[in-house]
């Protein structure tokens, strides 16, 4: 399957960095709760393999998933990269040893972050870097200024192409463009969790890629009777259903769907395909209402 037959086709984040907006994200190729080692690595291997065999050019990880796992995977599996394949990654937080997410926002924690990066996916640059600053499921408060401003300091310096947001608020992200250019914008969003509705269409006017994470709702998969009812008149998944949706939702939407097992990354790809009619969207839609 080559690139230009994905669902979707493809996006240009940033000027001049063009992605598939299929991709891939590979937070579950680590352990459980995304801590530790997966229980097959060879699994884990294969599963980035298909990826770039489909078309894939847009994989998304963060060095401290697992922590280290799913970046050290990545290397082992796909170096040297293909030209056409990109890697996004993410700094902002660490991994304690009980399984936390602790924030990580300091300047040397930030700059210590974006050389581990490159250390473990064995890049000279990172294409593009977001900076995560909210919780799981939202935007804090406050100005994100001073990291962004380390982040803009590093792509300055010719470690980093591209900078992007994790986790923000729509004048977070204006704070950030006035310190350098935003490629791509990475929040919790869904068909049941529609809080950005308007940030979309605004990042769409200027040409900023929109990532939601957990596009099948996370550690809590979807589960709605409107999405059941069009997944079964369509003889679809519901999942299938939800990534269509998020692709038809707006052209700067990029998909960033996990999974540790080549069966499952499969469906996924070809369920994204699926095309909803005027009366499908309407019955979706409404879930987020």
């Known amino acids: 399957m080559a690139a230009t037959t994905l669902p979707g086709g493809t996006f240009t984040m940033g000027g001049d960095l063009t992605v598939t907006r299929m991709g891939y994200g590979a937070m579950q190729l680590a352990g459980p709760h995304v801590f530790g080692p997966p229980a097959d690595r060879a699994a884990a291997v294969a599963v980035l393999r298909e990826a770039v065999k489909l ?12 922590p280290y ?13 293909p030209d056409a394949l990109h890697i996004v990654t993410k700094v902002g937080a660490l991994r304690d040893a009980e399984g936390g997410w602790p924030p990580a926002l300091a300047p040397e924690q930030l ?6 990066n490159l250390r473990r996916l064995r890049l000279d640059v990172l294409d593009v870097v977001n900076l995560r600053v909210g919780s799981f499921d939202g935007p804090a408060p406050g100005s994100i200024a001073e990291p962004f401003g380390v982040l803009a300091e590093l792509r300055k310096d010719g470690l980093i ?22 490629a791509c914008v990475q929040n919790y969003y869904n068909l049941a969790h529609r809080d950005d509705d308007a940030l979309i269409g605004s990042l769409a006017a200027e040409g900023i890629a929109y990532v939601p994470y957990f596009p099948l709702g996370g550690f809590s998969p979807l589960q709605s009777a409107e999405l059941t009812s069009v997944a079964s008149r369509l003889g679809a998944t519901p999942i299938a259903v939800a990534l269509a949706w998020l692709l038809q939702r707006s052209p700067n939407v990029l998909l960033i769907p996990g999974t540790s097992a080549v069966a499952h990354l499969r469906e996924n790809v070809a369920g994204a395909a699926l095309t909803l009619a005027a009366e499908d969207l309407a019955m979706l839609d409404a879930i987020g209402s």
């Open 69 to 81: 796992v799913t970046n050290e995977i990545i290397a082992e599996a796909l170096y040297p990269y």
């Open 55 to 66: 078309g894939i050019t847009h994989i998304d990880t963060s060095d401290y998933y697992g």
């Open 161 to 182: 192409r591209h900078l992007g947001v994790s986790t923000v608020s729509a004048a977070q992200v204006a704070e950030a463009q006035a310190i350098a250019p935003v």
């Open 111 to 116: 700059r210590q972050a974006v050389r581990d």
